[in-house]
């Protein structure tokens, strides 16, 4: 009869650790399934942050290819009436010769860019 109280006392004890050890393991379960919802809603607001940061990449670098372009448009508006007035007021100039132009006396330059330079 002992040894059969001995045996039971036996299992309980093993059943009891056993059902600790299955409460520790769901625990961990939970533990786990919570943090990857942690990392799986992080990722997702990473994703639209990138989303955003690619849409605000993409507007700027269509900002920038318009700004450039119109200062080309009036990089070359600016060179061809910087010609046309040379032209206009002074005749053909040889390009060697363009600094030295008639209102030196003034300190006018009529060319964009070019010093006033004595003959």
Aim: charged share 35%; proline share 2%; aromatic share 4%.
């Amino acid at each position: 009869m002992d040894a059969i109280k001995k045996k039971m006392q036996a299992m309980k004890l093993e059943k009891d650790n056993a059902l600790d050890r299955a409460a520790m393991c769901e625990q961990q379960a939970k533990d786990a399934n919570l943090r990857a919802e942690k990392a799986e809603e992080e990722a997702r607001q990473l994703q639209k942050k990138i989303q955003t940061i690619e849409n605000d990449l993409d507007q700027t670098q269509e900002a920038l290819m318009q700004v450039n372009a119109k200062l080309e448009e009036k990089e070359k508006a600016l060179q061809n009436w910087a010609c046309g007035y040379s032209t206009c007021f002074f005749g053909t100039i040889p390009e060697h010769k363009m600094g030295v132009v008639a209102y030196h006396r003034r300190g006018l330059c009529p060319v964009v860019g070019l010093e006033n330079v004595d003959d």
